[in-house]
């Protein structure tokens, strides 16, 4: 087992991308094969997240190193003389650990809902292809302590994501999803690949830790930040940046949609490793805060205000996901603005902003499987169109209530109590922000009152089948059950998992250079 | 263990579900005394529309999805006819933003270093 413990950072990523390669092989032995073969890949995968993430909680979030290439590398002297080891680090923290469980339950739960929801679709091959090299490509960006595999991983996500979004080639809105994507992940790509390179042109290095070490703050640190922050907020989705978002979730296949929320929310991540480990709070902390802030009020408030207009019911919630991204970065900008006056409640609001990536993972997860259960019953994304199912699908409509009531932030549900701590923080900073913050939650949940009287109130549809096969209700209810546990036992996973996820952001900079260089 | 604290507030789900049960049973308790007198199927149970007889076609009276919110949409169409105008589809509007942001994000980096 502490074999397997040692070796989970890599084989997180080393499996899925070897089963994104083999899958088409397994394919061609017939469709049962293929999603025996996927589905073990997927359990396989979340085993050792489970196994990374008891491992480093185990140690109160500090910091494990894995070296691919040994732990000297093996050196190539520059002109300058100076030898610089030639290896591959993956540094995995309490934040890195969380983030590795949060993408491994949508991986996980997506397959299994894809089994039953892709069965009667062609092209299930491609499919799970992409999904396993999108997985991988996601703990890659988690898990890696190098700025250039860093963007290498987050180019992976990028080609996977466009093929998933434009998968079904036959719609023209899927294909010109697919592009717009493709083309902005692309200048995202383009502008951290411009950081690093400037980066790397000052230091003469790659690894975030030695980087983190020598980093001066001089106008190049300062671009480079700038490039960094504004490249990763694009393809987390914050506003204005966001509007290839509603696109790409909404026309992305439904298990898909919950996928890409965990491939945003990796990409918040990379722009909370990069703020805190690597540039450590010593470059205008506060003013880094405020823009995080202003962006996450925007977010939350353009987010669920685009979701009430919406008749799609794809596109609605993916503008709420959009929302829930600016409950995240307002949990963190407010942490980084109070950091030096009341680090205490900065310390709440980063808990608050961190725990909601979970919590938003497991409920839009779930909001994103029951619209796919509902286009697939009535063959419609358009809301005006539908009514009445929840005559035929009541199960279904208990667990859109969860998701629903969760997002929103109702107690006691998990949504609640990471917005709570998101609430207390930043009216603790400004009641302004509180007050935007809770009146969006308020808006969302006219939002969903919308879609439940259009979808499942009213007089029974003709047409309409029974309750969804139990291959795509299991899923469901797991992700239901994550929305409720986490919501009745908040104290718990804060104390377990949250808190020293937000610890390795907050004070582990220091452990985190001192593994890979020494000294700490 | 199950509650959580933000050193400003506190919040325990449990005893908010208890409390949330024990009205819960109190409200049921308190309909349980009410009048018996209720019968399905007569006029009792019939929707009073001003006095008018009901629609049979039940179907058409369900209230679609772009029907909600109307008054709410319509007070706020300034805010949306703005919004709606941000959100043109072209890539090269999505890129332009991009470009935006960051010089707004540079200027301010600069200014407060």
Redesign the interface.
Known sequence: MTALTNHAPVLLIAIPLLGAFAVPLIGKLGRQARNTFVGLIALITAAFAGLLAAHIFGQAGAPSLYVLGGHQGFGIPLPSGLSVPIRIILEVDGMGAFMALITALIMLTGAFFSFSYWKERSGGTLFYSLLMLLTAGIFGMELTGDMFNFFVFLEITSIAACGLIGFRVWLKTSQEAG??VM??YT??GL?VLLAVGLLYGQYGGLNIAYLASALT?S?ID??A???L??GL??KAGAV??H??APDAYGEAPAPMSAVLVANSQASLYGLFRILFTLFGLT??V???GW?LIVLALLTIF?GV??A??Q?DIKRLIAYSAVSQIGYMLLGVGVGLAVSAAKP??GF?AMQGGIFHMLNDAACIGLLFFVSGVIIRATGTR???R???LAHSMKWTSVLFIIGAFALAGV??FNG??SK??IY??S??LSPFLAVIAILSSILLL?VF???F???F???K?EGIGGEVPMGMMVPMVALALVVIVF??????F??KIVTPAANALWYGRDAYIGLVLGGG | MNGISSGFGAWNPIAWALLFIGILVVGFFVRSRGNAGYKRGTGQTKVFLSGNEEPDASAALHVRGRHLYWGMVEGLSGYYRRVKELHTGVLSDYAAWFVGVLAVVFVILVLVR
């Open positions: 592009f717009k083309a902005l200048l995202s502008f703050g106008t300062i671009v930040l700038g490039l922050l504004t907020a694009l204005p940046l509007m290839w470059i205008s506060g003013a880094l823009i353009v205000t685009m009430l207009i008749n205490d409640f709440v358009d809301l005006n539908m009514g009445g107690p006691p609640f109590a709570f701590l207390e923080a009216f603790k006219a009152v919308k879609v009287q259009a979808a109130l009213g007089a549809q919501g009745l036992f908040p104290g718990f804060v104390d």
